[in-house]
């Protein structure tokens, strides 16, 4: 159980570009999600947090206007990078909290973004 | 403010030989502690949790890490490492009364042959 997706798993765009990367929690309802960049071989630097119905809560230095988030349902919540540029490449993660649970958070496989 | 810090970058040792990767966390009150790892390109895999039950906690693999509050300390221990725990391995302490988690830098196990 608390299997949690991310699609896609890789994607190169150019320049200019918006791209979406989707995160689902497949066997449990998710009241949070969180968002997270990792650069290589670094450690998950925390994006934002995502509540179902409500805007989300970005932490201080991210762009809320530049990463869009969006969480409609209780499985699904969406990063959108907008106007992407090469320094977005990174590795973003997410995760999601089970609405009737503990604190522990279950990770997505991550997205490979990389902008041309 | 909360923090945890993971004490090696790099571990290395051989296979069959004990693991351990320490990491001493700073926190007002008891937080909950996790402990997950990252396989290359791969997301996050919870080995285990504290959350102020038993102080010796047993995870998947053959890990386990013991909650030390006089030493502020929850150290990840196997005894006997095997070639496919060689990845990145992250302490996180998550404070009381919030669900954010708070990321070490982590430590990468390399197991030799």
């Known amino acids: 159980g608390a299997v949690v997706s991310q699609h896609p798993s890789r994607v190169i765009c150019k320049s200019g570009t918006s791209v979406k990367i989707e995160c689902r929690s497949l066997d449990f309802q998710a009241t949070t999600m969180f968002w997270y960049r990792q650069f290589p071989k670094q450690s998950l630097m925390l994006m934002a947090t995502s509540n179902e119905g409500s805007k989300a809560t970005y932490e201080q230095g991210v762009e809320k206007d530049k990463f869009l988030i969006n969480h409609a349902s209780l499985t699904l919540s969406t990063l959108t990078v907008t106007s992407a540029h090469p320094e977005d490449s990174s590795f973003y993660i997410c995760?999601?909290?089970?609405?009737?649970?503990?604190?522990?958070?279950?990770f997505g496989p991550g997205t490979r973004l990389l902008v041309l | 403010a909360q923090s945890v810090t993971q004490l090696d970058s790099h571990v290395s040792v051989s296979e069959g030989t004990p693991v351990l990767l320490r990491c001493n966390y700073s926190?007002?009150?008891?937080?909950?502690l996790f402990w997950y790892v990252q396989h290359p390109n791969k997301g996050l895999q919870l080995l285990l949790k504290y959350t102020s039950a038993a102080t010796l906690v047993k995870g998947i693999n053959g890990f386990e890490a013991e909650f030390k509050k006089s030493e502020t300390s929850f150290h990840l221990t196997k005894p006997s490492a095997h070639m496919s725990d060689a990845a990145e391995y992250f302490c996180?302490?998550?404070?009381?009364?919030?669900?954010?988690?708070?990321f070490g830098t982590g430590t990468r196990l390399k197991v030799l042959a």
């Open positions: 926190s007002s009150y008891s937080p909950s």
């Open positions: 996180v302490v998550s404070p009381l009364g919030t669900y954010k988690y708070i």
């Open positions: 995760s999601a909290r089970e609405k009737q649970g503990s604190g522990t958070q279950y």
